[in-house]
């Protein structure tokens, strides 16, 4: 990546657009892992390039109000495109964060089928190589 360069909402709004539609309509959920009783989230950034990141929970179960925590060993960017399960401290809701080694966000409680089965679908994000192929899980909210 080059030493200016940026990744803006619009370039991953474009990307999401472009190329995600039809892999969000296709791709299913994998295991998951239910918070609590562990509310948090690891990503791992490969050394290879053209390896998208990893994260330790695949799909992630959690309830409403609960607090999730996000660690990575690079920084990332974490995007969701469509519906989000997050909110900021003064109650807005939250489509993207940077994770530069943790962060801690609340899953928000004022819509009842929000990110229900199959679950709120985001991407991952490095913020060190913008060519390097994104990662899209899933978050499910319980009820």
Same mark, same amino acid.
């Given at each position: 990546?080059?030493?200016?360069?940026? =990744?803006?909402?619009?370039?991953?709004? *474009?990307?999401?657009?472009? $190329?995600?539609?039809?892999? +969000?309509?296709?791709?299913?959920? $994998?295991?998951?892992?239910?918070?609590?009783?562990? *509310?948090?989230? $690891? =990503? !791992?950034?490969?050394?290879?390039?053209?390896?998208?990141?990893?994260?330790?929970?695949?799909?992630?179960?959690?309830?409403? $109000?609960?607090?999730?925590?996000?660690?990575?060993?690079?920084?990332?960017?974490?995007?969701?495109?469509? !519906?989000?399960?997050?909110?900021?401290?003064?109650?807005?809701? +939250?489509?993207?964060?940077? +994770?530069?080694?943790?962060?801690?966000?609340?899953?928000? #409680?004022?819509?009842?089928?929000? *990110?229900?089965?199959?679950? *709120?679908?985001?991407?991952?994000? #490095?913020?060190?190589?913008?060519?390097?192929?994104?990662? #899209?899980?899933?978050?499910?909210?319980?009820?």
């Amino acid at each position: 990546m080059q030493e200016n360069a940026v =990744i803006t909402p619009l370039a991953v709004v *474009c990307a999401l657009t472009l $190329g995600l539609s039809a892999a +969000v309509a296709q791709a299913q959920p $994998g295991p998951r892992q239910n918070c609590p009783p562990r *509310c948090g989230i $690891g =990503i !791992e950034v490969p050394e290879n390039p053209a390896h998208s990141p990893r994260v330790d929970v695949e799909t992630l179960s959690a309830r409403p $109000g609960q607090e999730v925590s996000w660690e990575s060993n690079q920084p990332v960017l974490v995007v969701f495109p469509e !519906e989000t399960p997050f909110v900021s401290r003064n109650g807005r809701p +939250v489509y993207q964060f940077n +994770v530069r080694a943790s962060h801690r966000l609340r899953i928000r #409680d004022d819509s009842d089928q929000l *990110c229900s089965p199959p679950g *709120c679908k985001y991407m991952v994000i #490095d913020l060190g190589n913008d060519q390097r192929p994104p990662l #899209d899980p899933y978050i499910i909210i319980d009820r």
